[in-house]
């Protein structure tokens, strides 16, 4: 399994990671409940995730220090950064959905691909703990390379788990977002098999940009995140009304 290009220098990286992280605490400032809270912090965590991999190129160039600590830094970067897309995700989004959920029957439906995540995070887990694991560059690229053992299972596994548990959520916006991961999956694929795992500084832009302006959406200009339904907003004068006669 690889996973193909990547933004083209660490550099764009480390742009991409602050413009990331600047949308991500925007979307954590306009939480409208507690629950979004997991959804919300994704733009965080993708702006960390493309942080790590400025440090895979500089690793991959040799740019961290003598040789062992290099290749130690390299190692080191390359784990956490396949370790948060392989691991980390199909366990997260299904709890972050899950968190949101109020009817049983989608909740229930949501454990189920939760169940599924979980499999896929121990199964790609194996494969990144028993190697080989590799990152290299290719022209203006990084390439990961992972054997996987039965691979189409664990890929199965990993959309239904990041794509398809969006697509059972009971909010629309929730369900648009899994159907533009699934087209944005098929177009990768398209275009070329190995980047199918990787592109993330353009995706997660686009990913948090997205939830930062829906958590916007959400929440009332001059209200606190946490206001309940139907309080008065601030400077919104209530008139009392008095039964007739």
Known sequence: MSGGPMCFSPEADVAAAAIIGAVG???LRHVPERAAWPMAALPVLFAAHTLTEAFVWWGVRGELGGAETNAAALTAATAVYLAFAF???????????LALERVPARRRAGAAVLAAGAVCAGWLA?????GPVRAHADERHITYTVHLWRGSVPIALYLVS????????GRPFLRWFGA?????????AWVSTEAVTSLWCAWAA???VAIAAHL?????????????AGAPRPGHQMTPRHPDG
Not at 162 to 169: D, M, N, P, R, Y
Not at 180 to 188: I, M, T
């Open 162 to 169: 990041t794509c398809g548990v969006l697509l059972l959520s």
């Open 126 to 130: 194996f494969a990144l703990v028993t």
């Open 206 to 208: 686009v990913t948090s």
């Open 216 to 228: 916007r959406g959400r929440t009332p200009a001059g209200a606190p995140a946490d206001a309940p």
């Open 180 to 188: 533009a991961n699934l087209f944005a999956v098929a177009v990768l």
């Open 87 to 97: 691991v980390i995700l199909p366990l997260y989004v299904p709890v972050a959905v």
């Open 25 to 27: 605490v925007d979307a």
